[in-house]
């Protein structure tokens, strides 16, 4: 309409006019009655709010006439899982792996974490799975107990792996994941984070090392072969990724024996609170929001003196009086 571009020369004709080369106003115009046709044309129009990056993906798909795949998909979704699992896959952790986010494949991998936390275990990963469970947690709690595990273990992969990290390809990474979050339950790991890294890094060292031996025929370690058959079929299966994951975490124990086991009673008994009150008198030990104030019976936490997460035993030993402020205060700060 600015009379800045005119049409092509290879144009067909309409109702009998030349079109090539016609500009709308200007020179050789368009007819008065095509410039009203041009004119009240409706257009359709839809804004993308994406990066650079997404726009030039998703151009590149609508001109090939690429189908959606199942991520995809399930991104069109309303409700809060698809709102938890697309805030989760911007997780700083993702950006260690080897691969890029391409085609939500970061939300794949969030909403197959999230089955399996859900699941409380190994289970199929498979896509029909995943989607039942958009479908059936609609309303999912994105400050809940699994919402916040989920982060929490992320969290902890990310201080263990903060560098790129090529050897973290997607099977190994939701093996790890199960991994760390049986670990974060169960074992005293917190000071453990070389330790991970250096174990991960050296399996896999071993682990391509084994397959060369085996592509040239020589003597490999068998156990090796059947861990890399589960990487690479049919990896979202429950029997790929059961077997995944027993065969990766008693490799991790037999390389760190020394792993302790948590307390399981994390949470002090009745008999245990009364004792720890009576033997600080109520008054708060940990001072950090206040400077020893007398706890009233039914306003204080029985605190551990060492770390629940770190090893630390639930006993009267190593129990002490806090008022919730500096309870909060001391949890913030670990």
Same mark, same amino acid.
């Given at each position: 309409?600015?009379?800045?571009? #005119? @049409?092509? =020369? ?5 109702? +009998?006019? /030349?079109?090539?080369?016609? %500009?709308?106003? $200007?020179? !050789? ?99 029909? #799975? @995943?989607? =039942? ?5 609609? +309303?999912? /709690?994105?400050?809940?107990? %699994?919402?916040? $595990?989920? !982060? ?100 991790? @124990? ?81």
């Amino acid at each position: 309409m600015s009379n800045e571009f #005119d @049409l092509g =020369k290879d144009m067909d004709q309409i109702d +009998g006019v /030349d079109m090539s080369n016609l %500009k709308y106003s $200007k020179e !050789k115009a368009l007819p008065s009655k095509l410039r009203r046709s041009f004119d009240i044309y409706p257009l359709d129009i839809v804004i993308i709010e994406a990066d650079e990056e997404e726009v030039r993906e998703m151009f590149l798909r609508l001109q090939n006439g690429t189908s959606l795949n199942a991520q995809e998909k399930r991104n069109a979704m309303s409700g809060n899982m698809r709102n938890f699992v697309k805030t989760i896959a911007k997780h700083k952790f993702f950006d260690s792996c080897k691969r890029k986010n391409t085609r939500y494949v970061f939300e794949q991998i969030v909403a197959q974490m999230t089955k399996l936390e859900i699941n409380g275990g190994p289970c199929s990963i498979k896509n029909g #799975d @995943l989607n =039942k469970m958009y479908a059936e947690n609609t +309303g999912f /709690d994105e400050k809940g107990r %699994k919402a916040k $595990k989920i !982060k929490r273990t992320l969290d902890f992969l990310y201080s263990c792996f903060p560098q790129k990290t090529p050897e973290l390809e997607w099977s190994a990474v939701i093996t790890l994941y199960m991994i760390f979050s049986s670990l974060l339950d169960k074992y005293v790991i917190t000071e453990k984070k070389t330790e991970l890294n250096n174990w991960f890094i050296e399996f896999e060292e071993y682990r391509r090392g084994e397959v060369v031996k085996f592509r040239e025929e020589e003597e490999c370690d068998p156990e090796i072969l059947h861990y890399e058959t589960l990487v690479s079929h049919s990896t979202d299966s429950v029997e790929s990724v059961k077997g995944r994951y027993e065969f990766l975490f008693r490799h991790l @124990l037999e390389y760190m024996p020394e792993l302790e086991l948590k307390d399981n009673n994390r949470l002090f008994s009745e008999e245990q609170r009364r004792a720890i009150y009576r033997k600080y008198n109520g008054i708060c030990q940990i001072k950090i929001k206040c400077n020893g104030e007398k706890c009233d019976w039914g306003n204080w936490h029985a605190d551990h003196i060492k770390p629940w997460s770190k090893g630390g035993k639930t006993t009267v030993e190593n129990g002490q009086v806090s008022c919730p402020a500096c309870n909060a205060a001391k949890g913030a700060n670990n």
